[in-house]
């Protein structure tokens, strides 16, 4: 073999090494980007730039028309009436269980237009951030059931910083703007898992203005369907879950108290395992195993 022949054999040999060498210091990159002390860093530049901290939460109503799932009564599987739906309107429904909290107080405000999205409430509490009281609101949408897939792929793009919104808000007669959608500094989808029937294309991060944000996916084996989603949308996932779970209202309330006080992500995951295991009546262990989180 003649001395250019072998160092293009080498060359040839080397690309694929050289090329995963690239692709690892990419991902590390990348995932400085995704820690939760990013986001912890942003919420706090935005507090003292006098903005509130939102989590906006995509809900998928429970139907057992169009989602692969065990069917539930015929009331709370109407994926058309957010009213009784076992996500929305049932006890442990994002509504209801908001809506009967003292310490979150519902706000006025407008929901959007088209027919996907059947309600969009809000509510506001005042939570102890490192010895500071600080105003937050949770922005939930009830999404029409056999709009599921719509519904996920815009959770996504949300995570990715797009569609952000600024809504307006009234309480007591006071008026406050939020940045929801996509700038939200956190975002939560609750419902079925409609990744194990359906694939999405991986969304891009197209937003030059996204800021450091955090991802809850309330949902069976949520980890592994949507953690590749998160990674390409440079979005830190702050609670995710490893099993079969039940997406209700009370895990979401503890992980966004928890996040919003400055708590770390890992005591956010045993935060919301602690809370689920109470509400459950199942082994704390267990209950840890099952959600994940990144730091």
């Not at 209801?96 to 519902?106: A, L």
């Not at 996916?217 to 490893?242: E, G, V």
């Amino acid at each position: 073999m003649t001395s250019k022949r072998l160092l293009l054999s080498i060359v040839h040999r080397l690309c694929p090494v050289i090329a995963g060498l690239f692709l690892v210091i990419g991902n590390a990159a990348a995932a400085l980007a995704n820690e939760g002390k990013a986001v912890q860093a942003r919420m706090e530049r935005d507090l003292r730039a006098g903005k509130p901290l939102v989590a906006h939460v995509v809900v998928a109503l429970c139907d057992n028309a169009s989602q692969g799932i065990v069917p539930v009564s015929a009331e709370l599987g109407n994926g058309d009436v957010p009213r009784t739906n076992l996500y929305w309107g049932a006890l442990y429904g994002v509504k209801t269980y908001f809506s009967g909290k003292p310490e979150w107080q519902k706000v006025t405000l407008k929901s959007p237009d088209g027919d996907a999205i059947l309600e969009r409430v809000a509510f506001k509490s005042v939570l102890d951030r490192n010895g500071k009281p600080t105003e937050v609101y949770v922005v939930a949408d009830a999404w029409r059931g056999k709009n599921i897939r719509q519904a996920i792929r815009r959770y996504l793009e949300y995570t990715a910083g797009d569609y952000s919104e600024q809504l307006r808000v009234e309480h007591n007669g006071q008026v406050a703007t939020l940045n929801a959608g996509g700038g939200a500094q956190l975002h939560a989808y609750v419902g079925h898992n409609g990744l194990m029937e359906f694939s999405l294309p991986a969304m891009t991060l197209s937003s030059t203005t996204k800021g450091a944000s955090s991802a809850i996916i309330l949902a069976c084996t949520s980890k592994t369907y949507f953690d590749p989603h998160l990674y390409r949308a440079d979005a830190h996932s702050l609670l995710t879950t490893t099993g079969l779970m039940a997406p209700e209202a009370y895990t979401l309330e503890a992980a966004i108290k928890a996040w919003f006080t400055g708590a770390s992500a890992e005591v956010v995951r045993d935060t919301a395992a602690k809370t689920y295991a109470g509400f459950q009546q199942a082994n704390p262990a267990w209950a840890r195993r099952l959600f994940s989180f990144e730091p």
